[in-house]
C-alpha cells in the first residue's frame, strides 16, 4: 500500500472527514479570515502589540497553542476514523527515524553555510546580539514546544488533507498542489507577508509546500518532511530574527535591515533552485524511480484484506 492508501485502513465517511478538519484547523480559517477582513492599519497594530511582548512570552503563547491541535488530530484520527497514527505517518511498518534525521541535518548545515557565506560578504544589516541566558531560555521552548508545530502542519496537510483528498479525488497530483496552497494561505497572517508583498511571499509558502508533499509523495511517508520542516523552523528562531519576521526572539543574530527579501529573484532562487537540488540529494540516497506514478497516478482500493484488518 502506498501512503495515500493508507487513509483506507480506517473509516472514510465524510462527517468524520469535514468535522476533523473543522476542528482541528478552525484556527488557521479564522486567522486568515482576520487577515482577509483587517485594514493595513489594523494588522499593524496587532504586529506592534505582539512586540511590545516579552519575545519568550509570545513564542510559548504561538508555538503552545499547537500541542492541543495535533493532540485533538490524533485523537480523531485514532477513535473516530479508527485507524492508528502510524498509517497517518508513514507507509512503512514503522516510522524510519533516520529519514526525520537526515533531512533535520541537512536543512541545518545548508543554511549554516549560506547564512555564514552571506554574513561573510555583506553583515552590514546584521547585528550580533547573542545573551547566553536568554538563548537557553529560547533553545528551550524551541526544542519543547517547535516539534507539535511542524507535526500540526505536517500531519494535517501532508498527512490527513492529503491521504482523504487522494481517497476522494481518487489522485495524487490534485491534493498534492491544494494542500500546497492551503499550507501558504495558512501563513497570509505573518508579519512578513504584510512587509514584502502577499503574493511574492505566497510564491515561497506554496513551493514550500510542494517540496514537502514531494517528498511524502516519493518516499510514501512524512519523515523527510518533518525533520527537514523542523530544521527550517528551528534555525528561523535561533539563528537570526528580525521586526518583520513571523518570529520574534531571541535569536543569536538580528536582520535590522528595514525589509528582507525584497526582490522576485531572492524569493524564487530557493523554490526553482535550491528545493530541486535538495529532493534530487534524496532521489539519488533513497533511490526514488516511477516519479509519474507518484505524483500523477492514480488513487485505487487496495485489495480488501489489505486494508480492513486495522493497524
Known amino acids: 500500500m502506498n501512503y495515500i492508501q493508507q487513509a483506507y485502513k480506517g473509516k472514510l465517511e465524510a462527517w468524520m472527514v469535514i ?8 484556527i488557521f480559517v479564522l486567522n486568515f479570515i482576520f487577515y482577509l477582513f483587517s485594514s493595513p492599519e489594523d494588522l499593524e497594530a496587532s504586529y506592534d ?16 497553542l499547537f500541542v492541543p491541535l495535533i493532540l485533538l488530530l490524533f485523537v480523531f484520527v485514532k477513535y473516530v476514523h479508527q485507524r492508528s497514527i502510524l498509517s497517518l505517518t508513514t507507509s512503512r511498518p514503522k516510522v524510519d527515524f533516520k529519514r526525520i534525521f537526515f533531512t533535520f541535518f541537512l536543512v541545518v548545515v545548508f543554511t549554516l553555510v549560506t547564512f555564514f557565506i552571506s554574513y561573510y560578504y555583506d553583515s552590514s544589516d546584521i547585528v550580533y546580539q547573542f545573551n547566553p541566558g536568554r538563548f537557553a531560555i529560547l533553545f528551550l521552548i524551541c ?7 511542524i507535526g500540526l502542519e505536517e500531519y494535517l496537510f501532508r498527512g490527513y488533507l492529503m491521504q482523504h483528498i487522494g481517497v476522494i479525488v481518487k489522485n495524487k497530483w490534485f491534493p498534492l498542489i491544494l494542500t500546497s496552497v492551503l499550507f501558504g494561505i495558512m501563513h497570509s497572517a505573518n508579519p ?3 512587509e514584502i508583498g502577499y503574493f511574492k511571499m505566497m510564491i515561497f509558502y506554496v513551493g514550500t509546500g510542494l517540496l514537502l508533499g514531494i517528498m511524502t509523495l516519493m518516499d510514501e511517508g512524512l519523515e523527510l518532511a518533518l525533520g527537514f520542516h523542523l530544521g527550517n523552523n528551528l534555525l528561523a528562531a535561533l539563528l537570526i530574527t528580525s521586526d518583520w519576521s513571523a518570529l520574534q526572539t531571541d535569536a543569536i543574530f538580528k536582520n535590522t535591515a528595514e525589509q528582507g527579501i525584497s526582490s522576485i529573484t531572492e524569493i524564487l532562487t530557493p523554490v526553482i533552485i535550491v528545493y530541486p537540488i535538495l529532493l534530487f540529494i534524496l ?10 506514478d507518484k505524483l500523477f497516478g492514480k488513487v485505487t482500493p487496495p485489495p480488501k484484506e489489505d486494508y480492513k484488518v486495522l493497524d
Open 19 to 26: 468535522i476533523t478538519t473543522c476542528v482541528v484547523s478552525g
Open 192 to 194: 512578513e507577508v504584510a
Open 49 to 64: 502589540l505582539m512586540k511590545s511582548w516579552d519575545p519568550n512570552l509570545t513564542l510559548i503563547l504561538n508555538l503552545g
Open 143 to 149: 526544542v519543547l514546544l517547535f516539534p507539535f508545530q
Open 283 to 292: 532521489s539519488k540516497k533513497y533511490g526514488w524511480t516511477n516519479w509519474k
